[in-house]
């Protein structure tokens, strides 16, 4: 379980030209709840397509941004969702927040699966390209 997590980190931190141990060592931290900002339906909607396209081996690589899409190969599709078919699907899937990370601004959703929670971190650029996405087990 944990080399999926590992492996999708670092295919979004080496986008960025982040090296895998800052990301490791560098783990998002939710916003306050006062601050907050609104969910944003269109932000969600591409969040929980992503967690179903990562899981089921089939990832649109068009979604991506051409400098996060460079780290995204076959054989990452492939053992990202050979660890993550097993979840099954999702008993929900909810906004939880922002954090800033990066020099992103990062949505993050929390996805409760029989045997574990997932938090997907996510950033759309302004085009709605995904410039960064990974999932971590819910601390």
Do not use: C
Request: net charge negative; no cysteine; charged share 15%.
């Amino acid at each position: 379980m944990r080399l999926f997590l590992l492996i999708a980190i670092a295919m979004s931190a080496m986008s960025l030209g982040v090296l895998p141990a800052q990301v490791l060592a560098a783990t998002p931290t939710p916003a306050p709840a006062a601050s907050v900002p609104p969910e944003n339906p269109a932000v969600t909607q591409i969040a929980r397509a992503e967690l179903d396209a990562w899981e089921s081996g089939k990832v649109d690589r068009a979604k991506y941004s051409d400098e996060a899409n460079k780290h995204i190969t076959t054989d990452l599709v492939a053992n990202v969702s050979k660890q993550m078919a097993p979840l099954g699907t999702p008993t929900s899937f909810k906004y939880v927040g922002h954090v800033s990370q990066y020099g992103l601004d990062l949505t993050q959703y929390e996805a409760v699966f029989p045997q574990i929670t997932l938090t997907e971190s996510i950033s759309v650029d302004a085009n709605g390209k995904i410039v960064f996405i990974y999932f971590t087990p819910k601390q």
